[in-house]
Structure formats: C-alpha cells, structure tokens
C-alpha cells in the first residue's frame, strides 16, 4: 500500500476520528494530536492491516489505545473545589463543566450523524470521572456502538471485563449527570436563538432586570482558570440567580464596554465576549448556554485561548 492508496483508506474517517478523540481527552487540540498520532501509527502498521475489518473499525481501535497510551502517559486529576451554593439555588455537590483542560468544540466540526447530547460538555465534564478504559468501554459500546466482543478485541481484554467495566461506567455517568436534566425541555433552534438575543441584548446594555428575566432561578455557572474575569488557579462553580447577577455585576457595571459575538459550540448556542481597553475590544471569555424551557440553564465559561478554533478573532 503506496501513501496515495493509504490516504485514500484513511482520510475520510479523520473528521470523526477527531470526535472520538475528543470524547475521550475532553481536549480538542489533544484530539488533533491523537488523530495524527492515529494515521502514523496506522502507517506504519499498514502491512499487519489484512482487510479482516473495516479500515473505520481498524482505525478506531488504533485511535482509542493511542488515547489510552496517552491518558497513561499524563494522567490528571479533576479539583475537588468546595462548591457555594445560595438561598435561592438547587445544584448538585459537583461541578458542571469546570475542569480545566475541557475545551469546547465548533459545531461545523459536527454533523447530523453525531448525537448532540455526546458532545455536550455536561457529558464530556461527567466522563472526566471514569478511568480511561471505564470511558473507553463506555464510549465504543453506548457511542460507537461496537459489541462487547469487538470492544474486548480492541483493549485487548475478554469480553466479561469489558461488560463489567460498561455497568461501572453507567452507573458513575449516571451519577455525575445531573439528575434535573431529565425534567427539562431543551429548545429548537429558533427558540434558542430568541433566548440568546435577550441574554445578548440584557448584558450588553447592563440591564440587571432584563437578564434575572433570561436566566432561570436556579442557573448554574463554571469558568475555567483564566475565563471571563475569574483569575484563580482552579475552576471555579456557582449557582442560583441571586449569586450570578452579584457576581457578574463587577463586569456588567464595570467602566470597559462588552461587545459579544453569538456562535455555536458542542451543540449549543454560544456566545464569544469582549471587553474594551485600550481603544480596543479584546477576547475575554467564550460562553457556551444550555436554553431550557426558554431560558437560561448553564453558562459555562472558557478561556480567550479558544477563539482561534471557532474562527473568532482576538480583538475587535
């Protein structure tokens, strides 16, 4: 097999090699590593490749031990940060999304063919808790959907420890996902394009009233280290309306302007925001919502650093 009849085996699963990878790593430059690391790992392995499965198949099991290699390689630890809660909030003792190497991932990245809740970032923050082969098994049987005896072939394990690992792994998601989920109705498009206009146009003219009317009573909020005015070295979580409206009044009644740009990411309305010094709006955080029932449920807050992957510029 000569490098023109590899690429032409192997190019047109990179797309959603990218996503497994990114389902795996919870990073989307770590997955564009590990699909490169992917495609050389095949190269060089291209002359045991007889044809026995599918090249998809033969290149997801070569993505998902690159992943585990790595995860092995530079293990990580999610922070065990005490969580404040206010009067008027009902959150779980456990972070949304705020993990610190999760980044968010472009929708034109996506397509129709991958379901939105397995990008979420409240599912990719809940699979953070599983060990790397827990997620691994979660992922190629309930996302992928390989068999277990496929799956066992791949991590090279018998198929008994990958069905044990799979209801270890179901239950700890379950555990992590957060329970109200269930009871929301999440907005079409059109809807959610309504409801970020009103948060759009309630922050940008620092309407408190406006945006207590955009957001639900029990909003829940995280930001990473660095991400949209939060300067501590771990991420940090918050909930209920009173405690986000005090907390982001710094910002919104503060002496800079905001400008914000919508866009979409891991599914979901997003919105890219700036904050004018010197003459010029510079990135300050990319805010990814959750609308529910026609509002705001989540916003969960990146670092500026992600712009580039959604095409956003640094200043304005």
């Given amino acids: 097999m000569d490098e023109t009849e590899f690429a032409a085996l192997t190019e047109q699963h990179r797309r959603e090699l990218r996503v497994h990878c990114y389902r795996l790593l919870g990073s989307l430059d770590e997955a564009e590593d590990l699909v490169q690391e992917t495609f050389l790992r095949a190269w060089r392995g291209r002359d045991q490749y007889a044809g026995r499965a599918s090249v998809r198949a033969w290149l997801y099991r070569i993505a998902t031990n690159a992943c585990l290699d790595f995860l092995g390689r530079t293990p990580r630890t999610i922070p065990s940060v005490d969580l404040p809660v206010a009067a008027d909030s009902h959150l779980a003792p456990r972070p949304a999304a705020a993990v610190p190497w999760l980044q968010p991932c472009p929708d034109d990245l996506l397509d129709a063919a991958i379901a939105r809740e397995t990008v ?5 923050a809940a699979v953070q808790y599983l060990s790397p082969r827990q997620r691994a098994v979660l992922i190629l049987r309930d996302v992928v959907g390989w068999s277990a005896k496929e799956t066992a072939a791949a991590l090279q394990t018998p198929p008994a420890s990958v069905n044990g690992s799979l209801q270890r792994a179901r ?12 009871e929301w109705r999440v907005e079409s498009s059109n809807e959610e394009r309504a409801v970020v206009s009103r948060y759009i146009a309630a922050i940008t003219a620092a309407d ?17 280290p660095g991400a949209g005015g939060h300067d ?4 940090t979580w918050y909930g209920g309306l009173a405690t986000v409206l005090d907390g982001w009044a710094p910002v919104l009644h503060g002496p800079m302007e905001l400008r914000m740009v919508p866009t979409r990411a891991n599914g979901r309305p997003a919105v890219a925001t700036y904050l004018r010094h010197d003459g ?11 609308v529910v029932d026609g509002r705001v449920a ?13 095409s956003l510029a640094a200043t304005l």
Avoid: I
């Avoid at 979420?120 to 990719?124: K, Q, T, V, Y």
């Avoid at 998601?173 to 269930?182: F, N």
């Avoid at 009317?213 to 909020?221: G, P, S």
């Avoid at 010029?280 to 959750?290: D, S, Y």
């Fill in 232 to 235: 501590g070295p771990e991420p």
């Fill in 208 to 224: 408190d009233k406006a945006l207590a009317a955009v957001l639900r009573d029990d909003v829940r909020c995280s930001h990473q």
């Fill in 280 to 290: 010029r709006f510079h990135a300050f955080g990319l805010n990814v919502l959750h």
């Fill in 120 to 124: 979420e970032l409240a599912f990719l």
């Fill in 171 to 182: 239950a700890e998601l379950k555990e992590q996902l957060p329970s109200r989920r269930t």
């Fill in 298 to 310: 989540e916003v969960t807050t990146f670092v500026p650093a992600v712009f580039a992957a959604f």
